[in-house]
């Protein structure tokens, strides 16, 4: 049974680009989180995704944005990148239905570093 | 409002035990713990979801005092495996809302040595 992948697992953009990165969730989950990592710090919630739809976002820009698709894969979009973006970018996928749903698994993240 | 994690570092012989303690200012749905190794992703250890819960994973264990709004992780006769930063992710507790959005504490190094 795969686990959640990412894609890529680095990339390194300029200043000003904008970067999608990629998502697809475990096996039977439905629902796709996305989180920031900065070094040394906990991850920061960035948008969930469940059908299709943003269902609940924390205190990032505008500039990020995503989407899910209708096998429940996930992108996540920066536009503009700032120095401050370099991190590493975690996305999480969880069960639908009952208690289980609250449970969240990582993928391996995505590096990034804006130069 | 991010939880209070404390003790931030703790450095164990192996077999020792260890408690790690989540504080939130904010009413409580469930308290997450994650384990996160050097330069891998966070892994899921257990979720708290009713004050007074306790769970178990192995010799790792967590309660959620409700009323208190903490939640304490505790580590039983400690293994070299279990070195690596531990996240508590809170859940606050939201009327009519999705009660999914985590809110992480900043870490707890914790380290096993033989």
């Known amino acids: 049974d795969a686990g959640v992948t990412q894609s890529p697992t680095h990339l390194i953009k300029t200043r000003g680009q904008q970067v999608t990165l990629r998502c697809s969730p475990k096996s039977g989950h439905d629902t796709v989180s996305w989180y920031q990592q900065a070094l040394g710090q906990g991850p920061q919630f960035i948008f969930q995704?469940?059908?299709?739809?943003?269902?609940q976002r924390g205190n990032f820009p505008d500039r990020f944005s995503g989407h899910q698709f209708p096998n429940y894969s996930s992108e996540l979009n920066v536009n503009a990148l700032l120095l401050g973006d370099s991190a590493l970018y975690l996305c999480?996928?969880?069960?639908?239905?009952?208690?289980?749903?609250?449970?969240?698994?990582f993928g391996p993240g995505t590096r990034l570093t804006v130069t | 409002q991010q939880p209070v994690q404390s003790p931030q570092a703790v450095i164990l012989r192996e077999g020792e035990d260890a408690v790690i303690n989540c504080s939130s200012s904010?009413?409580?749905?469930?308290v997450h713990w994650y384990r996160q190794k050097h330069g891998e992703a966070p892994v899921f250890l257990m979720i708290l979801l009713k004050g007074g819960e306790q769970k178990g994973h192995e010799k790792i264990s967590a309660s959620f005092n409700e009323k208190k709004q903490q939640s304490s992780l505790y580590l039983t006769a400690s293994q070299l495996s279990y070195s690596g930063t531990y996240f508590c992710?809170?859940?606050?507790?939201?009327?009519?809302?999705?009660?999914?959005?985590?809110?992480w504490g900043l870490g707890t190094s914790l380290g096993v040595n033989p």
């Open positions: 999480a996928s969880s069960p639908p239905g009952g208690p289980r749903t609250y449970e969240q698994y």
């Open positions: 904010k009413a409580l749905y469930s």
């Open positions: 992710g809170t859940a606050p507790r939201r009327r009519g809302g999705n009660n999914r959005k985590l809110i």
């Open positions: 995704y469940y059908e299709e739809e943003e269902r």
